[in-house]
């Protein structure tokens, strides 16, 4: 919540620095204080998930986290909290328990495993992308804009992945394949509630 009360402040200041100079008007203020606090939100919560992983001693398994979940997600879609104060605490808590999961599996999980949860969740990640919401449908020109992006930031985590498996950080390559399935149950999630909430338009 502070990090949202940060974000909003700090955007807020900017977006009167700019009217006062006269940079934007005023009655286009609002759109610019949602696209700064979307964007300063999204840059402390990360930062604050990487400080997180300091404290636990797994930095770099944070920074993982944050580069193979974050982009991908983006693009590939998929089910939405109701407001930013839950969507925080669901990637809080995603986050922490993809590092428990991690200390407690990474070790007694066989390898090939590990690559076919990895790449079968990529490969189901790209095909489904992007997953819209009801409430927010994204047109036929950008969704393959999305899925041409989503299909951009898997190759960039499959090299990431690759030089993780190469200097055998067992533990960063088995978390981004955690990240990968998460992605992927999000969307499957996000296509069976837009299913749901189709049937209830038509009953």
Do not use: W
Not at 97 to 112: E, K, P
Request: net charge positive.
């Amino acid at each position: 919540i502070s990090v949202m009360y940060i974000a909003y402040q700090t955007s807020r200041k900017l977006c009167t620095i700019l009217v006062d100079n006269h940079i934007i008007p005023p009655e286009n203020s609002k759109y610019y204080l949602y696209c700064f606090e979307f964007v300063f939100d999204n840059i402390l919560f990360n930062a604050f998930l990487f400080l997180l992983g300091i404290l636990l001693t797994v930095p770099l398994q944070a920074v993982v986290y944050i580069i193979t979940i974050v982009p991908i997600k983006m693009f590939a879609g998929g089910a939405h909290a109701g407001s930013r104060i839950k969507c925080s605490a669901i990637s809080l808590t995603v986050f922490l328990l993809i590092l428990y999961m991690t200390n407690l599996f990474a070790g007694g999980i066989s390898t090939g495993l590990i690559h076919l949860v990895f790449f079968l969740s990529l490969a189901l990640t790209v095909f489904m992308a992007p997953v819209d919401t009801r409430n927010k449908r994204i047109p036929a020109d950008q969704r393959r804009q999305y899925k041409k992006k989503c299909f951009l930031c898997c190759l960039f985590v499959i090299a990431i992945y690759a030089v993780l498996q190469y200097y055998k950080y067992r533990e960063c390559y088995f978390l981004t394949a955690i990240c990968m399935m998460t992605v992927t149950l999000n969307q499957i999630t996000g296509i069976l509630i837009n299913a749901h909430s189709e049937e209830e338009c038509h009953a």
